[in-house]
């Protein structure tokens, strides 16, 4: 028996790949499902089974991809109602897979149809449980992204049982192999490790501790950031069904002329460029909005930019279907093409360009020290900015970045940052995009400007 945690930083997802005297089942992939096939085959094993913990809302899973390409069969927990062919599965029902079983543990709470599933070794013994979104390293899943149907109140009541009832009865030694790791926006604040023992997380786990249901209900309701834009748009693809990943990606992938692409803006595509920021800044499509495949570029995708949004690719050579093929993890799919040639193609063709002058924390300093007029834009969330920021800087949060720009002015001298750098410049190409002129972005962001030494202030708690 070999069990393979197959983990995505840009996503903080984790898929599991499990095998045993032949045969092999895969839990949780993600939507480029070729990747389960090659390690199948590398293995010599048949895929037999992909299970899913959940409808998954922070990426597209490659569950009906997988299970056309190998004949799998897919299976969910009780609940669960698909527009495709599932096989559901009862609470207690157990699937063998070679010498080895899998049982189904039925723990609703972060949705109504999230299952667990346990991994009895060769002696029958439980070896690991797979816990989705139910239980992670230090959190549990957040119960407001189902929807209207059930409340996030009645959904924490469900979790709490589970959790209680089902898996602290599971042995301390137990592992823990949860679908998201640190960074995750399915929880509140996931711990570091992408895997525990029950009994470690019994022990450190705030969910897990000794407290009565109403108790355990205000907790996890509370202190909830609004989840990405296109979480329940995901939720949805993976309920109903897609489009396979082949058809995208040959429709997408499509090297485009300067004409071409000119072509396109003009018919109101949006300019994605998926370039890193140290190469943006020195020269883009003017209008153009950069978020670099070096972050989490796919969850900033559908943070910031409408699912349904035409999209033209600009990106560093070679890096054109890697940036099409992660924008389709997240089900956004009406991508026209990609600039052939890149951005040195639209260079030389003297079209419309526009730059970010970037600035490190020394000069931030003087033009403080200097210079008047200057507004300070910190797109870093609200818990970031109180735990310290610079005296008089506007907290316009990213997540929320139209309504948070509501005061400034397109004359207004801009100062932008966040903590390290990534999100600085997503900030500043918005800005150019939306007309501001004068944009500054500070390279490295608040860690530099603290190591710069720039004073800095903390937010007062605010009392009841």
Known sequence: MT?????????????????????????????????????????????????????????????????????????????????????????????????????VIHTPGHTPESSCF????????????????????????????????????ELAGMLYDSLNNKLKKLNDDVIVYPAHGPGSSCGKNLGKETFSTIGEQKKLNYALKEMTREEFIKEITSGLSAPPA????????????????????????????????????????????????????????KGAINIGLNGRFAEWVGTIIDINQPLLIVASEGKEEESILRLARVGYENVKGYLSGGYNSWMTAEKPLDMVLTIDAEEFELDLKHEKDIVIVDVRKESEYDAGHIENAENCVLQNFDNTIGELKTTDRLYVHCQGGYRSMIAASILKRKGFDIVKNIKGGYLEIVKQGIPVEVSQPTLN
């Open 3 to 103: 069990v393979e945690q197959l983990y995505t930083n840009c996503l903080s997802e984790a898929a599991y790949f499990i095998t045993s005297n032949g045969v092999a089942a895969v839990i949780d992939p993600l939507r480029d499902y070729q990747a389960y096939i090659d390690k199948a085959e590398k293995a010599g094993v048949k895929i037999k089974y992909v299970f899913e913990t959940h409808f998954h809302a922070d990426f597209v899973s490659g569950h009906i991809d997988l299970a056309a390409k190998t004949g799998a069969k897919i299976i969910y927990g009780p609940n669960a109602i698909t527009d495709y062919k599932i096989y559901k599965a009862s609470d207690g029902e157990k699937f063998k897979l070679g010498n080895c079983e899998i049982e």
């Open 118 to 153: 346990l991994l009895n070794n060769e002696e029958g013994k439980p070896y690991c449980v797979f816990t989705g979104d139910t239980l992670f390293v230090g959190d549990v899943g957040r119960p407001d992204l189902f929807g209207a149907k059930i409340t996030k109140e």
């Open 230 to 285: 296109y979480f329940p748009l995901n939720a949805q693809i993976n309920k109903s069904g897609y489009s396979s990943l082949d058809e995208i990606m040959n429709r997408n992938l499509t090297a485009l002329s300067v004409t071409d692409f000119e072509n396109e803006i003009k018919n109101g595509a949006l300019v994605l460029d998926t370039r890193i920021p140290d190469d943006f800044e020195n020269g883009f499509v």
